[in-house]
């Protein structure tokens, strides 16, 4: 007898469950809220089960179908029989979900990062070799036998350019360009969804992006940049978390840079790292490096370091220029 497959074994957890809860790591993007709502609608198709996505969702997503009920990391309970992580592992789940995943009676994830392991999991479809999660679900969809309409396409499409740069990033393949024309055969509209998701800022995030550009320190002879957004001036210009998502990406692609890096100050004692490269430095490897809790991809990266902003500032310039000599 044949094993069932993750996605079969996926299936089956869903249709057994009286409640799911679908989530992504803490502060969600485009990829993993496309991901998580459309799964969710696969899941109303598939089963019974009372179904809640959570997550702190940025502005410029707040167009997406059925981002309206997405519960507040707060108003999650533990009470779920199966709850799922899209598009990140559970080390870095905001702690209300984190609750309720070590409450669940099953636990699964959903995932393209290389750093993410199968260990915590009892369904794991992990598969580093896809360019975004909504990749993966889109394949789930399609052998579960949904019909893929165009608020679906709308919700995967988000993904795909979210975690692609527009189709710009290496991760961009022929198949990534023929889910785009299969999800657009749909007659979804994609104008809009670009301009939201990788083109528009509110005023006063284009402010700080003015701050943060001007402010920028090179070193290495230019082969590190480091940009910092500190809650002062977020307060000051009225900026939320969803102001941020983007500022790094401007940083990466200056002439002789090889490594960018933004630290976006949380707390007194709280400093998430986002972390690019365009070639050779590992960012994934470099963010675990940093800290235990890091992890993302080899071009792309995210941690969350547990230090003043001042204090970091001094220490990280020298880590940051060492792994451009490593590699
Ligand atoms: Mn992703």
């Excluded at 991760?171 to 785009?180: F, K, P, Q, W, Y």
């Amino acid at each position: 007898m044949n094993a069932a497959s993750p996605g079969e074994l996926l299936r089956m957890a869903m249709q057994s469950a009286r409640s799911v809860l679908l989530t992504g790591p803490m502060f969600p993007d485009g990829d993993s809220i496309g991901a998580c709502l459309a799964l969710a609608r696969a899941i109303e198709h598939l089963s019974s089960a009372r179904v809640d996505v959570a997550g702190a969702i940025p502005l410029r997503y707040a167009w997406m179908p059925g981002a309206d009920s997405i519960l507040a990391d707060e108003a999650v309970a533990a009470d779920y029989d199966l709850v799922v992580v899209l598009d990140g592992d559970c080390r870095r789940l905001p702690p209300p979900v984190e609750a309720a995943f070590h409450a669940a009676t099953m636990r699964g994830i959903i995932d393209h990062h290389s750093s993410t392991g199968p260990e915590d999991y009892d369904i794991a479809l992990i598969d580093a070799s896809a360019a975004s999660t909504c990749e993966m679900v889109y394949e789930l969809l399609i052998r579960w036998g949904i019909a893929v309409d165009v608020d679906l396409a709308a919700l995967l499409y988000t993904g795909l350019i979210f975690d692609t740069g527009g189709f710009r990033h290496s991760n961009t393949t022929s198949e990534t360009h023929r889910l785009a024309a299969t999800l657009l055969d749909t007659g979804l509209d994609h104008t809009p969804i670009n301009i939201a998701v990788l083109m528009e800022r509110r005023p006063e995030g284009l402010k700080l992006l003015g701050h943060v550009l001007e402010r920028v320190t090179f070193y290495g002879d230019g082969v590190v940049v480091v940009g910092v957004v500190d809650l002062q001036t977020c307060e000051r210009l009225g900026c939320t978390v969803g102001d941020i998502e983007g500022i790094v990406d401007a940083l990466v692609f200056t002439r002789g840079v090889a490594l960018a890096c933004l630290c976006v100050e949380k707390g007194p004692a709280l400093v998430k790292l986002s972390l690019r490269s365009q070639k050779e430095v590992d960012v994934a490897r470099l963010a675990r490096q940093l800290h235990p809790g890091g992890g993302g991809h080899p071009r792309a990266a995210g941690v969350m370091i547990p230090e003043p902003l001042a204090d970091l500032l001094t220490s990280l310039p020298g880590v940051l220029y060492e792994a451009t000599i490593q590699g």
